[in-house]
């Protein structure tokens, strides 16, 4: 049994709400970063403890919290405890195969999102279970590792280009989940590129093993399309949701964005919102 199932199995006896951890095996003290703006300016800071974060929770300003790793509970639930984050939900964030969700938590929002990267130096993809709370002045993200495809994110914080910083934490989450996004279509075009270059050298050089690797890309991104799908549901509750946390402007950016642009035959897409 790998990590992950002798995990599974453990929990399975565990009563709703419990903290644990289930996903690849972890180590190492997660990391937290706060950025926190509004149209004049903005801070950006790594904290070395949970309890630095709670201040922002009563600001007038736009507060985004990140958590990379997932894997201590008294992280998660100090800051699920502060945010009135439930149990049942902080649960969900620990356990990282969670599909693709929207759920309206009344006081808040939760997103769950598969965040697909591509290893160009071992030509392979990755998945990590991304899981995001909007507030009524913030965005909480959690990530099961460091490292994501959120810098264009941040880089329209830091700068002030574009609308970001003019508007809510609604636009906020629906920049990251954009970035998520725009992120699938890099990954299926570099995915893309792979098989072409497959087909091609077994063209000029039939071998049975290129084959194989042509299977395996296509297999990979099958997978991935399993991860797209599920955004449709996704943006669908989003633009449902009764929330007061999602303006009426932010729900024409989905509609507008998003109802052309998750379909299955899509392979390319450039916005700039």
Same mark, same amino acid.
């Given at each position: 049994?790998?990590?992950?199932?002798?995990?599974?199995?453990?929990?399975?006896?565990?009563?709703?709400?419990?903290?644990?951890?289930?996903?690849?095996?972890?180590?190492?003290?997660?990391?937290?970063?706060?950025?926190?703006?509004?149209?004049?300016?903005?801070?950006?800071?790594?904290?070395?403890?949970?309890?630095?974060?709670?201040?922002?929770?009563?600001?007038?300003?736009?507060?985004?919290?990140?958590?990379?790793?997932? $894997?201590?509970?008294?992280?998660?639930?100090?800051?699920?405890?502060?945010?009135?984050? $439930?149990?049942?939900?902080?649960?969900?964030?620990?356990?990282?195969?969670?599909?693709?969700?929207?759920?309206?938590?009344?006081?808040?929002?939760?997103?769950?999102?598969?965040?697909?990267?591509?290893?160009? $130096?071992?030509?392979?993809?990755?998945?990590?279970?991304?899981?995001?709370?909007?507030?009524?002045?913030?965005?909480?993200?959690?990530?099961?590792?460091?490292?994501?495809?959120?810098? &264009?994110?941040?880089?329209?914080?830091?700068?002030?280009?574009?609308?970001?910083?003019?508007?809510?934490?609604?636009?906020?989450?629906?920049?990251?989940?954009?970035?998520?996004?725009?992120?699938?279509?890099?990954?299926?075009?570099?995915?893309?590129?792979?098989?072409?270059?497959?087909?091609?050298?077994?063209?000029?050089? &039939?071998?049975?093993?290129?084959?194989?690797?042509? $299977?395996?890309?296509?297999?990979?991104?099958?997978?991935?399309?399993?991860?797209?799908?599920?955004?449709?549901?996704?943006?669908?509750?989003?633009?449902?949701?009764?929330?007061?946390?999602?303006?009426?402007?932010?729900?024409?950016?989905?509609?507008?964005?998003?109802?052309?642009?998750?379909?299955?035959?899509?392979?390319?897409?450039?916005?700039? &919102?």
């Amino acid at each position: 049994m790998t990590s992950e199932e002798i995990k599974r199995s453990e929990k399975a006896g565990l009563s709703p709400g419990t903290l644990m951890y289930v996903g690849d095996e972890k180590s190492g003290k997660p990391r937290i970063t706060v950025i926190d703006y509004d149209a004049s300016g903005f801070l950006e800071k790594e904290v070395a403890s949970v309890e630095e974060c709670f201040p922002f929770k009563e600001t007038s300003t736009v507060t985004w919290i990140n958590v990379d790793g997932v $894997h201590d509970a008294s992280i998660i639930e100090r800051l699920g405890a502060h945010f009135d984050i $439930h149990p049942l939900v902080l649960e969900d964030i620990m356990t990282t195969t969670q599909r693709p969700k929207t759920e309206d938590l009344g006081g808040a929002v939760f997103v769950v999102l598969r965040m697909i990267e591509y290893d160009e $130096h071992c030509a392979e993809t990755t998945a990590d279970q991304l899981s995001l709370i909007l507030g009524p002045n913030y965005v909480l993200t959690f990530q099961e590792t460091p490292g994501d495809c959120l810098d &264009p994110v941040r880089d329209r914080i830091r700068s002030g280009k574009g609308r970001i910083r003019k508007l809510g934490p609604d636009y906020l989450a629906y920049a990251v989940i954009d970035a998520v996004v725009d992120n699938y279509f890099f990954v299926l075009e570099k995915l893309g590129e792979r098989i072409d270059a497959l087909e091609e050298q077994l063209i000029a050089e &039939p071998r049975r093993e290129l084959l194989g690797g042509i $299977h395996g890309l296509k297999r990979e991104m099958i997978e991935l399309r399993k991860s797209v799908w599920p955004l449709r549901e996704v943006v669908s509750g989003l633009e449902r949701s009764e929330s007061p946390h999602i303006k009426d402007t932010t729900g024409q950016f989905l509609r507008d964005h998003y109802d052309p642009a998750l379909q299955v035959n899509d392979t390319d897409r450039n916005t700039t &919102p």
